[in-house]
């Protein structure tokens, strides 16, 4: 259809809208919450807990289910489990850093959703990484509780909210899919059903699921940091392993896939840089081997540089991968490098490791 | 029953989009036809169609693998669009809703509760010369005998996908409900006597009058949530306050009531990104109605002024006369949304939620 329209989420994030602020309730706020009981009495004691929930004020004598995810309640943390149907196995340090700073400054803004266990504790449906960082938060601020909707969810609900509720948000890598979708298929479900309710095409199901073909270490290794390998370099590995079969070709995909998710290659030279090793090219002038492009990475493991050097066009192509970089200041450093370089070079004419590409 | 309205003829690429189908136009075609034993011949090998409201739905079940398994749940949720300030667009949006919920194939039950009756002149119905039983008058009977809903509504769409039970201004009169016992519950007693009747449907909206009436109480105690229009604009955003006191004054009095105390679901209409104060205010809005604030800002939209009096089948603001216009695809976010915040179903099945939570691109 046509263009998307306006959303107060991206207006907020954009800052044409200023976010809300917690300062007193307004009376509409009031007004929605005029029952509802007090702080005190809404914390879930750590004994019963479903019952507890069962028994709020909110719901009629008559009326034997609990508030369905109608109204947020205070949970105890210790009180919640993880869900086993999660598919996030990797979590940015960084971001869930920023958010439990800002749950530790405002608490926990949009309550999470968990769904009574028989056992009476209660299991995450969606706001995993909430829960961490409030936990994280609890350190500092003491704050023991987390506001959740409570949700009556039998296991099969639950594991399709979980893996919906992820599947809607941008950011879930294709192995975390693929290992959802593994779930979604043991409990029975046809793909043709996975893509409607996913809402992901065809292809991707297939490519995502080809993925848990890979051996088992390997994909241990993508666990790691399932961000930097994309169900599509999983297919370049997977024809690698075909052309290459025994422990030699795991060997090989082993180190350059280890390389590819510590930043130090990019996903794209899977391929050659296997190839490379499994059948390194005769000995030749040493210049040849190094028509790869290299990454220049920082700390955090961000691709900063790329630098790839062509001996036969006598030419080095530096590319800021970083957007944030001024060009031409990167330019002139470079310059200002080389000037030194050669400065240095007819000061001392011995130093013959200095090789000066143009 | 001949219907008010002319069947929408909804255009393939439209209906992928409802449907939220990811593949490609001839896929959806074929399975199409396989669904509703298709008009494909050899003769005619691309026979393109048009779809209804009616196979949207079953597009949709099949989609899911549900076709066989209909399981209805009893009560659908209420939808009651009501505001404490008039000419915010209530009607507008609350006709648009109603339309796109059909669209996405859900059966609606569209509840005129303003006397002014203008939605069931925006459906195309003359009240002046058609006799028309309005709601009033059906919960006056609860009790007294049938209620006779079964024949106070108006197709809207065939099959059931859209029917009306329409409003004239003889509804002003309320005295009936003066003397009626706890009159409060007036229109949940309806509901209680009519389950059969009402659970044929998947959403029930009812669009309320402006002012504090017997009737629209009424219509607030069945309701778990209210959908609350608010224009970007000083009057209507101070009427939130008189609207807060309305729902803090139901609450207060009826704290046990079973479906929960009343909650409101506010979104903002007839934005206009090139008026300043329009922006500004949407700021104010935010931190007032935080939690319970649409997502979704419904543009200011040229389309829904229009009306057509000479041509009563395209007469009327309506959804389904431009379904590529920006003002319905906000009409089809919101619409999603709802699904998700009032947990409509499509025949009782759950999944249907999660699949109305995605956006087709």
Known sequence: MTKPGFKFSGMINSGTVKPPENATPSLIQQAVQAVSPAPEDVVVPPAPAAAAIVQSPSAAANEPAPPQGTQAVELQLDMIDVSPNQPRVYSDDEELKALTESIAMTGVRFPISVRILESGRFEILAGHRRFAAAIEASKKTGKKTIPAYVHIRDAHDALLDTITENENRVNLTDYERALALQKLAAAGLKQMQMIAILGVSQATVSLCLNMLELPASIQAVIARNPKRFSSGTAKVARELLKKYPGELGEKALLTVVSDIVDGKLLQQQLRSSVEFLITPPPAGPAVTTSSTPRLVISDAGAAVFSTHAKPKDRTILVKCEDKRLDVEEVERIIRDALQKAVREKEENPKNQQLTSDS | ?361
């Open chain 2, 1 to 361: 029953m001949s219907t008010a309205r002319k069947v929408p003829k909804i255009k393939p690429r439209h209906a992928i989009a409802l449907t939220g189908f990811d593949g490609t136009p001839k896929v959806f075609r074929d399975r199409c036809n396989k669904v509703l034993g298709g008009d494909k011949t050899p003769e005619k090998p691309y026979q393109h169609r048009d779809y209804t409201p009616a196979e949207i739905r079953l597009i949709r079940l099949y989609l899911l693998s549900l076709a066989g398994a209909v399981a209805y749940p009893g009560m659908p949720p209420v939808i009651n669009v009501r505001m404490s300030k008039g000419g915010v667009g209530k009607t507008t949006l609350a006709t648009n809703l109603a339309v796109c919920l059909a669209h996405l194939g859900y059966r609606c039950l569209f509840i005129d509760g303003d006397p002014q009756s203008s939605a069931t002149d925006v459906f195309g119905v003359d009240w002046t010369t058609q006799k028309i039983t309005h709601i009033s008058e059906v919960m006056s009977r609860v009790g007294k005998g049938p209620s006779g809903i079964q024949n106070a509504i108006i197709p809207i769409y065939p099959d059931g996908m859209l029917d009306l039970v329409a409003a004239d201004i003889t509804m002003e009169n309320e005295n009936w409900l003066l003397n009626a016992m706890s009159r409060e519950y007036a229109f949940q007693r309806l509901l209680d006597a009519e389950t059969e009747f009402f659970s044929q449907y998947d959403v029930i909206i009812i669009d309320s009058a402006p002012g504090a009436s017997f009737l629209t109480t009424s219509f607030m105690m069945a309701s778990k949530k209210l959908l609350s229009v608010v224009t970007p604009e000083p009057k209507p955003v101070a009427a939130l306050d008189v609207l807060a006191s309305s729902i803090a004054e139901i609450n207060y009095n009826f704290p046990n009531r079973a479906i929960g105390p009343l909650g409101t679901h506010v979104v903002v209409n007839r934005f206009d990104q090139t008026k300043k104060p329009h922006v500004e205010l949407l700021s104010t809005i935010a931190s007032k109605c935080q939690g319970m604030l649409s997502d979704v800002i419904v543009r200011q939209h040229v389309g829904f002024l229009k009306e057509n009096k000479d041509d009563p089948e395209h007469c009327g603001p309506l959804f389904e006369n431009d379904l590529g216009a920006p003002g319905s695809r906000d009409v089809l976010d919101l619409a999603r949304e709802l699904v998700k915040v009032f947990d409509i179903r499509l025949a009782g099945h759950q999944a249907e939620a999660v699949l109305g939570m995605r956006i087709a691109a």
